[in-house]
């Protein structure tokens, strides 16, 4: 049975670009507008295996989901997928239970990689 994959990004071509990957590794893959979609969206997914979330969106942001995830009690494990990069924000994201940090523009391969890591093949 494949795995179920969040994709969080404000933005429709980042979501492709991060589908497209994920999808020919065999996961299915569900997309999520901004942080407060997100959320949603894993409530109402408990058999997701990973979460890969932008950190700059509306509504809500990246950390402040994961923040509000581990409020939640939510221990689904979240890959921050961003263009940030300040130290602060990467250990913000630790504290709040990140399982990793890619930098924008991604390699389809990496990130493929990182995913089987966490929640297998």
Known sequence: MSKKIIVVDDSQTVRQQVALALNQ???IVIEAV???DG???IQRNPDVALVICDVNM???NGLEMLESLK???KSVPVVM???EGQPQLIDRAKKAGAKGWIIKPFKADLL???ARKICGA
Request: hydrophobic share 35%.
């Open 25 to 27: 590794g065999g996961y």
């Open 34 to 36: 901004d942080g407060l």
């Open 39 to 41: 959320f949603d969206t």
């Open 58 to 60: 509306p509504r809500k």
């Open 71 to 73: 409020q939640a009690g």
């Open 81 to 83: 997928l961003t263009t």
């Open 112 to 114: 493929l990689a990182a």
